[in-house]
């Protein structure tokens, strides 16, 4: 096999593209009436109109043919009797040579059934093309036969008309004239009674170009014949009769004795060998002139190939290999309305199509049927090779049997995909030294490219090629740099030098896609250089716009993989064993290796063929078809099928046609009235989204001058803007409300003294304008602004809510969040409150002299909480990361280094649950101070919330969920854990409790525990159903198990507590605050706990941090921290719920 190659050829994948099919699996692929499943495909629907009615047509076909069973199989047995004497003929050319009197013995036997042997050579080359005809139910065929047979019949007749006019009487007839008469009479019978099963017509061919060259070799053999005979004494009798004799060697005409003039000298054996060897060659050059005429007129003309090409550009199906079917070695045919067509190519007596069908899936049996009929019409064989599983399944309907060849290799790139792919180990390792080798990759569109760059790309690859044949059908396009593949990629890799060293150029896949089709690189190419151009094309996949590459087609995979399996039967191993010795010429293996390398999706290929032939014949079309039994010159003729510059200048306006087709739909997708006027507005000369406006007062500004009856600084207009809200026609005066930041201002606009007024009066709501004019007040007292002119600041291409009741449903509130705020003042309020009440927080930390600080959010570890993590990777340095669920860990390093008092306000994320208190992203303060406690902590999570709460209400109150107001300037209660749940409970409470006693009390109340769980863990699982939820005035609930508290420090007093606090009001924890444990050996204890809970499947456990570890034995001084959780200390300070004191809410 040719070491470099196209997609249809298995060969070494450094050297060149493989895609060679073979078969790995069978299926049972009964017809349509046999069985309703579907034979080969998965596919499932119902069949369509057009394949019902495909198969009712076959169904009545094969009852005809079950009637008269006999005459079915006429042409076929024909066919083969007339092979068979051909072969026969020839044998009979070469023992005449050797042993001339077999002749004598060959003409006496073929006479008996009406064949003149001579000249046998002629004959020969004669019989087997009709032969053929015959196999392919040609009228023609049937009509030669009965003409060649007419003289044997009528020569009986003809001898009794003689011999009643004085000839030779009938009886001086020779049997085998008789036997020869009866024969031809009973074969011309059986050829009328079976003429219906002669059906097929001839192809449009240039039959009288044929015809020239035939009478031209036959002339050319008469004058062999006649001028040898000249020069040779006694080699052909009289000057007349070796001219006639000449002819009777060359086509087996024999004019009649009246015509000689009584010699009976024949040409000598050797000399009718010769003459009738030039006739036979004749014949044989008139019939391949008339098969290449006939395949020139069947090919893909350029009009076919632009609706190709639409169908195409449509992007309706999803076949990878689609695009080959403009290779122009094909034939196409359409369904009635071009939406559909499947492409196939003539080979031998087979008409092989490749891929699946093109165009929408609805139209598939269409196209199907229409193929189908044309095969039949022309007496091919149908076959199809190639096609994906499910439309294997539609061909399947159609009475076609298949089996599996192979598996395609597609990679699927998106970003996790990408990522993982770039960083298996075999695809970094090479990146990684090429890279350093100074290898670079380019990516180009051949479009893109000018013609100089692009003819040496071609030359390289036809060297790389190191003269093999260039093989491919069914997954090659075989036209490197061909200027209508604008779209095809042109992927190159260059060497520290600059020299071009791999090329791959890949075809496109509808408008998402890649599918390769020329893979070849340079004998001096790095080892490796494929595999460095394939991943930095997925390293690049998002920027060029690809999202999946279809690459090798890997043969005989299944086989392969099955029998290395343990287990694998006895012939499977064998069936290996075979490959592996194939592999070492077509390397089989080592392809399907370089594939698997990729990690893809495989995708099984079939092939499929008719009931009317066999799996070997099919093959061997696929074989000659892929340019494994061929020779050069079967592909001369198309490669020199150039389209006309003019087709050239179509394809780019098809393109362009698309592209432009896909802005439209993109515009009809957002034109609207409103943008509809906004472009008009845009046609007339007015920019409908100014770069500026006038502007000089706000809209309460004006309403106070209005209402005071002020006037402007000097007398001067002023100018105003806002989103109209409300627009009132009267007669030639237009009030409009403006409304900006919740403010509203009337404007009255005169048709008599405001510029632009028409306009304006049809100004849509929600558009943002400019009025400058005058303070004034309505009649009714109402304070507006007299315009005297105005601008659009921007037109709004969306219809607002009703300005009364703004948005009214909470799921549009939060979708529609911009248009929420922007008419509702309570949601802007909410928005402020938050705003002051964070100002507040970060103020009373400054005033303090703590340092605020920021840590990253992607961290290496998840760490600071028990809680899972949200996971991500950074592509930069080729890591899994995670976003942090709290700042913990590097605040305390931040202590460790010096800082003693530090704090940062910024967003946690923990991917978890989502209900009135909790969202998965969420905003917390931490602060931390050095030689401080957990009680010290306290007092300061008392003033900082008491300081929110007053930027927001004024006051030191919050809002409960019922909306009443809360005092909270008193003293806030502090209790202990377990006292807190001996109150609740009735019986006492400690961290010396067993865990069965706990668990019963958990029982008791309803309270999920687990079989795991110590006291401390139980404890706080009862803290949290009983305490925490019924707390409603804010409460400090101190001393917490160290079970659950990691990172806080053992008690100073209890056992098994820890230094702990939370703070809980409504319902829900504000805060939290620990005296930090500063331990560095009992603080790698219970990580490492932590981290081996995390590695038994605990999705919240914390992970080992071995830069907090490293930073504790630096030395952390004893320190207190403190955690608030911003947004629920909002959610308390202005009664709203967690989503409303979001700017933006997630949205499912």
């Known amino acids: 096999m040719a070491p470099a190659a196209s997609r249809s050829t298995a060969c070494d994948p450094e050297r060149g593209k493989g895609r060679r099919m073979t078969v790995t699996q069978e299926r049972d692929t009964h017809s349509p009436e046999d069985r309703t499943p579907d034979p080969i495909g998965s596919t499932s629907q119902r069949p369509t109109r057009a394949s019902r009615e495909t198969v009712a047509r076959r169904r009545r076909t094969r009852r005809r043919s079950d009637a008269g069973a006999w005459t079915a199989r006429v042409p076929l047995w024909t066919g083969r009797l007339l092979q068979t004497v051909s072969v026969t003929l020839l044998l009979v050319v070469f023992s005449n040579i050797v ?236 369904t009635a309305d071009r939406r559909a067509a499947v492409s196939y190519r003539v080979v031998g007596r087979t008409a092989l199509a490749s891929g699946d069908p093109l165009g929408p899936e609805s139209e598939w049996d269409a196209a199907i049927t229409q193929w189908l009929e044309t095969v039949q019409r022309y007496g091919w064989r149908p076959a199809v090779v190639a096609a994906s599983e499910r439309a294997a399944g539609y061909f399947a309907r159609h009475g076609m049997r298949g089996m599996v060849l192979g598996d395609e290799a597609v990679l699927n790139l998106t970003d996790a995909r990408a990522d993982a792919l770039l960083r298996s180990p075999q695809i970094e390792s090479v990146r990684r030294r090429l890279r350093r080798d100074g290898y670079r990759a380019r990516f180009r569109r051949q479009g893109e490219l000018d013609p100089g760059e692009l003819a040496e790309v071609a030359a390289l690859t036809d060297e790389w090629r190191r003269g093999g044949e260039e093989r491919g059908f069914s997954m090659a396009l075989s036209r490197v740099a061909d200027p209508t593949d604008a779209q095809s990629l042109v992927a190159t890799a260059h060497d520290a030098s600059g020299t071009t060293v791999a090329a791959l150029v890949f075809v496109p896949w509808n408008h998402d896609g890649l599918s390769l089709d020329v893979m070849r690189r340079s004998p001096a190419a790095a080892n490796g250089a494929t595999e460095f151009l394939v991943s930095e094309l997925v390293a690049q996949a998002a920027s060029l716009g690809v999202t999946r590459v279809s690459l090798n087609f890997a043969v005989f995979r299944d086989l392969l993989v099955r029998g290395a399996r343990v287990g694998a039967g006895p012939l499977l191993k064998a069936k290996r064993a ?222 607002p809510p009703n300005a009364r009741t703004g948005l009214r449903d909470p799921e549009a509130q939060v979708r529609l969040r911009h248009v929420h705020l922007a008419t509702s003042r309570s949601a802007t309020e909410t928005l402020i409150a938050r705003s002051r009440a964070v100002r507040a927080l970060r103020d009373g930390l400054l005033a303090e002299d703590y340092l605020e600080v920021e840590t990253p959010i992607l961290q290496r570890t998840n760490g600071g909480a028990n809680a899972r993590p949200f996971r991500t990777h950074i592509n930069a340095y080729r890591r899994d990361l995670t976003l942090r669920i709290a700042p913990e860990l590097a605040l305390k390093r931040l202590v460790v280094a010096g800082l003693p008092r530090v704090f940062e306000i910024g967003r946690n994320f923990r991917n978890e649950g989502a209900d009135a208190s909790h969202n998965p992203e969420f905003t917390a303060m931490e602060a931390y101070l050095a030689y401080a406690d957990y009680t010290e902590m306290l007092h300061l999570a008392e003033r900082l919330i008491r300081g929110m709460a007053a930027a927001v209400s004024g006051g030191p109150t919050l809002v409960s969920p019922d909306g009443e107001r809360v005092d909270v300037s008193g003293e806030w209660p502090v209790i202990t854990v377990c006292d807190a749940l001996s109150q609740m409970i009735g019986m006492p409470i400690t961290i010396d409790l067993p865990a069965d006693i706990l668990r019963d009390v958990c029982a008791a109340y309803g309270v999920t525990s687990s079989a795991t769980d110590g006291s401390g863990a139980l404890i706080e699982r009862l803290y949290e159903e009983l305490v925490e939820s019924r707390t409603t005035n804010p409460t400090f609930y101190i001393d917490f198990p160290s079970e659950t508290s990691p990172l806080a420090r053992p008690h ?82 202005t009664g709203a719920s967690i989503r409303q004191t979001l700017t933006f809410p997630f949205v499912r």
């Open 1052 to 1133: 100073r007093d209890t056992p098994g507590l820890a230094e702990r606090w939370d703070l809980v009001a409504f319902g829900m924890e504000l805060g939290t605050a620990y005296t930090e444990l500063n331990d560095p050996l009992e603080q790698r204890r219970r990580l490492t706990e932590q981290s081996l809970a995390a590695a038994a499947g605990d999705p919240e456990a914390m992970e080992l941090d071995e830069d907090f570890l490293q930073a504790l034995e630096f030395g952390m001084p004893p320190t207190g921290g403190l955690g608030l959780g911003v947004d629920r200390i909002v959610m308390a300070a």
């Open 99 to 334: 042993f001339p009197d077999g002749v004598y013995w060959a003409a006496n036997y073929f006479a008996l059934f009406g064949l003149s042997p001579e000249p046998f050579l002629f004959n020969a080359v004669l019989l087997f093309i009709v032969g053929s005809a015959a196999k392919r139910r040609l009228r023609g065929a049937v009509l030669f036969l009965v003409v060649f047979e007419l003289p044997t019949i009528l020569l009986p007749l003809v001898d009794l008309v003689a011999a009643q006019h004085g000839g030779p009487s009938l009886a001086d007839l020779g049997p085998n004239d008789l036997i020869a008469s009866g024969v031809a009479t009973a074969f011309v019978l059986l050829l009328v009674c079976a003429r219906k099963e002669f059906f097929a017509r001839r192809e449009p061919a240039s039959v009288a170009g044929a015809l020239a060259i035939f009478a031209g070799g036959v002339a050319i053999a008469v004058l062999v014949g006649g001028v040898v005979s000249e020069l040779v004494p006694g080699a052909g009798g009289s000057p007349t009769d070796v001219w006639w004799r000449s002819l009777h060697a060359a086509t087996g005409i024999y004019p009649g004795d009246w015509l000689f003039d009584g010699s009976d000298v024949p040409l000598s054996p050797e000399l009718q060998v010769a003459v009738t060897s030039i006739s036979a060659v004749g014949l044989l050059l008139a019939l391949a002139f008339l098969l290449r005429s006939a395949r020139s007129r069947r090919l893909m003309s350029e009009e076919e190939e632009l609706d190709l090409r639409r169908i195409l550009h449509a992007g309706s199906g999803d076949d990878s290999l689609a695009y080959f079917a403009t290779r122009r070695d094909k034939s196409i045919v359409f």
């Open 578 to 799: 075979l490959l592996l010795l194939l592999s070492r010429h077509w390397q089989l293996e080592s392809l399907r290796r370089a594939n698997e390398k990729y990690e893809p999706e495989w995708r099984s290929r079939f092939i499929l063929w008719s009931r009317g032939t066999t799996f070997g014949a099919t093959m061997v079309a696929v074989a000659r078809a892929e340019g494994f039994a061929t020779g050069r010159g079967s592909r001369s003729f198309t490669e020199r099928m150039e389209r006309s510059d003019a087709f050239g200048a179509e394809v780019i306006a098809l393109g362009d046609e698309w592209a432009r087709s896909r802005l439209a739909l993109m515009d009809r997708r957002i034109l609207n009235p409103r943008a509809e006027r906004a472009l008009a507005l845009r046609g007339s000369g007015v920019d409908p989204f100014p770069v500026a406006v006038p502007r000089t007062t706000s809209l309460v500004e004006v309403r106070a001058l209005a209402t005071t009856g002020a006037s402007a600084a000097g007398g001067a207009s002023v100018s105003v803007t806002g989103r109209v809200v409300a627009r009132r026609r009267h007669g030639g005066i237009t009030f409009l409300d403006l409304n900006e930041e919740h403010e509203r201002l009337q404007v009255i606009a005169e048709k008599a003294s405001t510029d632009g007024y028409a306009a304006l009066a049809r100004v849509d709501l929600g558009d943002l304008v400019s009025v400058t004019g005058r303070p004034a007040r309505s009649l009714t007292g109402e304070p507006s602004i007299a315009a005297d002119g105005w601008i659009l600041a921007a037109k709004s291409l969306s219809q």
